[in-house]
């Protein structure tokens, strides 16, 4: 079993940034995919960035709509993974989800189906 914690959502003005952070438990950590998904109200859950925990160069992978934008990483003592968004638009208004895979694939699982574990989601609101 795995535990994931999101928190670091909130509510931001167009053009600003957020960092979110995902604490994985109850699995080793290095032997995890880790992706972010979100859903905006009245739409579909949808990826956004994903790491192979145990990466090398080339080892992520990022939606087209946040390319340039979000930055996922993560930090092996703390056992979490983060998102760092930037330069972030309305249309990024949504909850993130942190999801987790015991699977590793190159590039890293960008669908749904590929993730056994999800986190409770954490709420990003961007204003115009």
Known sequence: QVQLVESGGGLVQAGGSLRLSCVVSGRSFGGNTVGWFRQA?????????AAV?????????????????FTISRDYAKKTVYLQMNSLKPEDTAVYYCAASPRTQYPPIATMAGYDYWGQGTQVTVSS
């Open 41 to 49: 109200p009245g739409k579909e859950r949808e990826f956004v960035a």
């Open 53 to 69: 925990i145990n990466w090398t160069a080339g080892s992520t992978a990022y939606a087209d709509s946040v390319k340039g934008r």
